[in-house]
């Protein structure tokens, strides 16, 4: 079975663009988490959805938006772009939202560069 | 502020021997653990969890501690194996929060 898969895998953009990063999880699953990873710290929680709802949204700002769609893929949006926003985004799935008894699996992530 | 810390960046193991990886929490609402390994260029893969109600969890060569008093977990790898290097990350989540917070990760080097 495929796993988690992001696209694009490298992104470059400028200061005050716009992207969209996508997922598709592993079949079966129904939720999709996406995380912010800057180098050399742990990944940062941005949003989760199950059954195309959000139901967690970590500290970022509304320049960062996601959606989820009828078959469970997933797009990550950010507006206006900003240097800061350089990092790896990682998205992972898990069959339903859940933790310890549920681990969410990865995809190898999209990173995007700003100049 | 940091709930998850691992205080180790690096850490050097030979080859056969013990690998023990630390962390520490601050956040008494954590009720699952979770240790993940992340190799360059890819996501992270998921190691071994352990609930908060338990002590010890164990896989294969992984097992994890866990003791609530001193909010500290840690992963012990037996034996360490040249594939084994990577960077590993502490996770936990709260009660009625599925979230992920993570810690910055130990790079774990394992010497021939």
């Known amino acids: 079975d495929a796993g988690v898969t992001q696209s694009p895998t490298h992104l470059i953009k400028t200061r005050g663009q716009h992207v969209t990063l996508r997922c598709s999880p592993i079949?079966?699953?129904?939720?999709v988490s996406w995380y912010q990873q800057v180098l050399g710290q742990g990944p940062q929680f941005i949003f989760q959805?199950?059954?195309?709802?959000?139901?967690g949204r970590g500290n970022f700002p509304d320049r960062f938006s996601a959606r989820q769609f009828p078959n469970y893929s997933s797009e990550l949006n950010v507006n206006a772009l900003l240097l800061g926003d350089s990092a790896l985004y990682l998205c992972?799935?898990?069959?339903?939202?859940?933790?310890?008894?549920?681990?969410?699996?990865f995809g190898d992530g999209t990173r995007l560069s700003i100049l | 502020d940091q709930q998850v810390k691992q205080n180790s960046p690096s850490l050097s193991v030979q080859e056969g021997r013990i690998s023990i990886l630390n962390c520490d929490y601050t956040n008494s609402m954590f009720d699952y653990f979770l240790w993940y390994k992340k190799y360059p260029a890819e996501g992270p893969t998921f190691l071994i969890s352990?609930?908060?109600i338990k002590d010890k969890n164990e896989d294969g060569r992984f097992t994890v501690f866990l003791n609530k008093s001193a909010k500290h977990l840690s992963l012990h790898i037996v034996p360490s194996q040249p594939g084994d290097s990577a960077v590993y990350f502490c996770?936990?989540?709260?009660?009625?929060?599925?979230?992920?917070?993570w810690g910055a990760g130990t790079k774990l080097i394992i010497k021939p």
């Open positions: 992972a799935s898990s069959p339903r939202p859940g933790t310890g008894n549920q681990p969410q699996h």
């Open positions: 959805y199950y059954e195309k709802e959000e139901r």
């Open positions: 352990i609930s908060s």
């Open positions: 079949s079966g699953h129904k939720s």
């Open positions: 996770a936990a989540s709260a009660v009625g929060n599925y979230q992920l917070i």
